[in-house]
């Protein structure tokens, strides 16, 4: 009991969750304190968070979960930098190397992007572990080294302070464990916590749908779109979000000195169009935001700076002030190459009709390119390059795909399970969309 308020008993929290019931501010925040602290014990926040799944959450409720969550730590204070500070973050996917040319695009186009990324986590990759496929370059920046990377350039890019939503990194690895992480309010508030805490203006979400995703449909894709979007608007960012195609990798790259190689070539003019594409809506999605003018103009200087290698100047300008070696992002073909090098054959005559990203992202961890845990070692040079994609014809025993690993006793399981991952079919399949839709404060606009 305190000034007469009885304290919350987590027994009651979650028996009233577990029953439909909506938690209070003070509930919710001493909950999240209570895992901070440990004072909780492991087994009744397990127990709160599966309730939470089951029942769901009130925006009300997502919305003090997300700022609780925030302030359980330190919040970054970006004032002092000029300009419109920007962050676009995706849910998660596979082959997906946006960040690598919307950060320097949009830098290079005069917006400040001083961003905090991930690391991968079993089938999905993470910016930070591509970045650091780069010769030298370092993610672990002092806050100091970060300010300076960003005056410099417009631009730095490193790691997650274990100090930012120190809440969500215990809550996520229990839901981890649990269960639980496929929930629409838990990931709205795991994501926008860290984005708040990030301190950014702008935040441009690129929520993934498909196979390769947490979300498989468009209608929840949206749904978490939404919840997001409002958490971000009612803190007072600009916040928007894009939902794109996850039923299949992104580009034809999936591993992390791979992709770095095709974000290159899409900053030098080239590599492939869905990349390209993906990558100048998000740029000029962000331009919009920062009122750079109308979506048109907003189009148009996006790919200008694109086109004109200003871009890629920016990346070389990043990576050598935080100590890599331009050398190879000028000449990808420098980058480090697997010693196992073997191509997949196409097991039938016909069409790529199913490209099961998962389990393409799977078969990039069996090669040593993405990690089962946190503390898992990564193959810089292991992964995937695809030949074929969605739609496309083949004919039996021509290469649709090349695995490069260093692990020899892989290799046969990480065919198999790529074979496993392709449907083929006798007729060429419906064309998919790249992006489905723009959710805005209060509106969805669909494409
Ligand atoms: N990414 C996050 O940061 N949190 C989630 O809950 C899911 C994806």
């Not at 300076?148 to 302070?161: C, E, I, K, P, S």
């Amino acid at each position: 009991m305190q000034n007469g308020v009885r304290t919350p008993r987590m027994y009651d929290l979650i028996t009233k969750k577990k029953r439909g019931g909506e938690l209070t501010k003070e509930e919710l925040r001493y909950f999240v304190k209570g895992c901070v602290t440990d004072d909780i014990p492991k087994e009744q926040q397990a127990a709160l968070l599966m309730a939470i799944w089951f029942q769901g959450m009130t925006d009300a409720e997502t919305a003090e979960l997300t700022v609780a969550m925030t302030e359980s730590g330190e919040t970054m204070d970006l004032s002092s930098l000029p300009g419109v500070k920007v962050d676009k973050h995706s849910t998660g996917g596979v082959g997906d190397k946006t960040t690598l040319i919307v950060a320097p695009l949009t830098a290079a186009a005069g917006l400040t992007v001083a961003k905090m990324s991930g690391r991968g986590l079993g089938h999905t990759g993470g910016t930070i572990d591509k970045l650091e496929s780069i010769p030298g370059f370092s993610t672990s920046l002092t806050m100091d080294e970060f300010f300076d990377g960003v005056r410099q350039n417009g631009l730095a890019l490193m790691g997650q302070t274990g100090e930012l939503a120190p809440a969500d990194k215990k809550l996520y690895a229990l839901r981890d464990v649990i269960a639980a992480v496929d929930s629409i309010p838990l990931i709205a508030s795991s994501i926008m916590s860290k984005k708040l805490a990030a301190g950014t203006d702008v935040i441009l979400l690129d929520v993934k749908v498909g196979s390769g995703a947490f979300m498989k449909t468009t209608e929840d894709a949206e749904k978490l779109a939404r919840a997001m979007v409002n958490i971000g608007e009612h803190a007072g960012k600009r916040t928007e979000a894009l939902i794109t195609d996850m039923n299949q990798p992104l580009g034809l790259a999936v591993g992390n000195s791979l992709e770095v190689a095709e974000a290159v070539e899409v900053l030098h003019g080239n590599g492939p169009e869905d990349v390209r594409e993906e990558s100048l809506m998000l740029s000029a999605e962000l331009l919009y935001l920062s009122g750079r003018g109308d979506r048109g103009e907003c189009r148009s200087i996006a790919e200008e700076t694109l086109n004109s290698g200003k871009a890629l100047e920016k990346l070389c300008a990043m990576v050598t002030t935080q100590g890599g070696d331009d050398y190879v992002i000028r000449n990808p073909s420098m980058f480090l190459q697997a010693p196992i090098v073997q191509e997949v054959l196409a097991p039938a005559d016909g069409y790529i009709v199913g490209m099961d990203a998962e389990s393409i992202g799977e078969t990039s961890v069996m090669l040593g390119a993405g990690r089962e845990t946190l503390d898992d070692a990564i193959d810089p040079a292991a992964g995937i390059l695809l030949k074929k994609k969605y739609g496309a014809p083949m004919k039996k025993g021509e290469p649709i795909a090349v695995l490069f690993t260093s692990r020899e006793a892989a290799i046969d399981g990480a065919e198999k399970r790529f074979l496993e991952a392709i449907s083929v079919g006798k007729e060429p399949p419906a064309p998919r969309k790249l992006i489905y839709a723009r959710v805005e404060k209060d509106k969805v606009v669909r494409y």
